[in-house]
């Protein structure tokens, strides 16, 4: 069954510390991306990944980071430098970069206290 | 960078009505692709539009790319309470999709 997964589905974590979000998929992408939604907003590009040990940053970059160490896995990790952590978290894949659909997982939702 | 405006922001409709959500941009956009997020969902894939003044209609929506492709829209006739959900369009960017803010669709039955 193919697919794109986040963990947990929502995630609770006090003011200064640091939070890793799960994105796994098993489509064969190249390419992953993290955006983040706040209420009744539209989605803003944190990073994307093209391919395996490479990624680039999105608009709101600053206090997130990421990895690419597999194909499947794209964890991102919301640092304590994250003003304004709490959202939800979206991660998608799609193949060959933009020119074709991108599938979302059902998404983490983060609230920090 | 590359913006796309999506309007309006918010759609309240009788079930029964039509909607129509519009998506513009100031430059010319290679590809347009829609897709639809129901309340407390994830977005999900609607379609992709590639051609100068492309038509594609998948039941109830019809999707439109302007003919200078710098706008597109997508019309849903006789809304259903199932068409609720937030709209998006987004233009492909360098190495990026650029997603419009989305239409919150709601209807009253």
């Known amino acids: 069954d193919g697919g794109i997964t986040q963990s947990p589905k929502y995630l609770f974590r006090k003011e200064g510390q640091n939070v890793t979000l799960s994105c796994e998929q098993n489509?064969?992408?190249?390419?992953m991306y993290w955006y983040r939604q706040d209420p009744g907003q539209g989605l803003r590009l944190i990073y994307y990944?093209?391919?395996?040990?490479?990624?680039q940053k999105g608009d709101i970059a600053e206090g997130y980071s990421v990895s690419r160490e597999k194909k499947e896995s794209f964890p991102l990790t919301v640092t304590s430098a994250q003003k304004n952590p709490t959202a939800f978290y979206l991660c998608?894949?799609?193949?060959?970069?933009?020119?074709?659909?991108?599938?979302f997982g059902p998404g983490t939702r983060l609230t920090v206290t | 960078g590359q913006q796309v405006m999506q309007i309006p922001q918010y759609q309240h409709v009788q079930e029964g009505e039509d909607f129509t959500t519009y998506c513009n941009s100031s430059?010319?956009?290679?590809?347009i692709q829609w897709y639809k997020q129901r309340p407390g969902g994830h977005p999900v894939f609607l379609i992709q539009?590639?051609?100068?003044?492309e038509v594609k209609k998948q039941k109830r929506l019809t999707f439109q790319f302007g003919e200078a492709k710098k706008n597109s829209s997508l019309h849903i006739t006789a809304t259903q309470t199932t068409d609720v959900g937030t709209y998006f369009c987004?233009?492909?960017?360098?190495?990026?999709?650029?997603f419009g803010q989305g239409t919150r669709l709601t209807i009253n039955p």
């Open positions: 430059t010319t956009l290679s590809n």
């Open positions: 539009l590639v051609k100068s003044g």
């Open positions: 990944s093209q391919i395996v040990n490479d990624f």
């Open positions: 987004a233009a492909q960017g360098a190495q990026k999709l650029v």
């Open positions: 489509l064969n992408h190249d390419a």
């Open positions: 998608a894949s799609s193949t060959h970069g933009t020119s074709y659909e991108q599938y």
